[in-house]
């Protein structure tokens, strides 16, 4: 268990939609990454936030937005859903900003289904 | 620009094979390296790091050996169990300036099995 917490574990909705998947990371780490892993794409940067700032943006599609919030936990929207959006979509977690030794901790993943 | 190459998979061994994963990086300045295992049905999660030249990572009798001259960082076991069957990541952490690629920059992955 790395502590860091997703919810929920699966989704499964329909295209045009929206959904929010929510993760809350390890206690007392500032940093929150979202990846998307798909069997044709591989594992995905989208965005990373530092207490509650943005602080850099991956291949992430404009209907994708995400927020970190006071208390540290991040939040992914997903709208306007299409069948290529179904993947896994992962949250980490960093003590600190970002450095290049720091070792991100993965939470369990969200698996998104989109029919 | 800041990449990754792991060797393709899948890899299949039998139980006490010796297990090597070749990885290869390029990158800008003095970066860190990473082995994350990813379990059926399960997040990513640290296997070891290395962070200066000529470091070695281990833990749960894998190793990696951080080679700047080779710039790579391949990971070996001397002798696999059915339970190591995963997938491996090798990654390199750099420093964040921002940017589309964020700090921790993957390879492709290469799943291995075991069989008893």
């Known amino acids: 268990d790395s502590g860091v917490t997703q919810t929920p574990k699966h989704l499964i909705t329909a295209t045009g939609q929206r959904v929010t998947l929510r993760c809350s990371p390890r206690s007392g780490d500032l940093s929150v990454y979202w990846y998307q892993q798909s069997l044709d794409q591989g594992l995905q940067f989208l965005i990373h936030?530092?207490?509650?700032?943005?602080?850099a943006k991956g291949n992430i599609l404009e209907r994708f937005s995400a927020q970190q919030f006071p208390d540290l936990h991040s939040e992914l929207n997903l709208s306007s859903l299409e069948l290529g959006d179904s993947a896994l979509y992962f949250c980490?977690?960093?003590?600190?900003?970002?450095?290049?030794?720091?070792?991100?901790?993965f939470g369990p993943g969200t698996r998104l289904l989109v029919l | 620009g800041n990449s990754v190459t792991q060797m393709e998979g899948p890899v299949t061994l039998s139980e006490e094979a010796f297990l090597t994963i070749n990885c290869t990086y390029t990158?800008?300045?003095?970066?860190?390296l990473f082995w994350y295992v990813q379990y059926p049905g399960e997040g990513l999660q640290l296997l070891l790091k290395?962070?200066?030249?000529?470091d070695k990572g281990s833990n749960k009798g894998f190793e990696a050996t951080y080679r700047k001259e080779t710039t790579s960082f391949h990971l070996e076991k001397g002798s696999v169990q059915v339970s190591d069957s995963a997938v491996y990541f090798c990654a390199l952490g750099r420093r964040n300036y921002g940017g589309s690629q964020g700090n921790l920059i993957f390879g492709k992955g290469t799943k291995l099995s075991v069989k008893p």
């Open positions: 990158a800008t300045g003095y970066p860190s």
């Open positions: 980490a977690s960093s003590v600190a900003g970002g450095a290049e030794q720091e070792t991100q901790y």
């Open positions: 290395a962070t200066k030249a000529d």
């Open positions: 936030y530092y207490n509650g700032e943005e602080r």
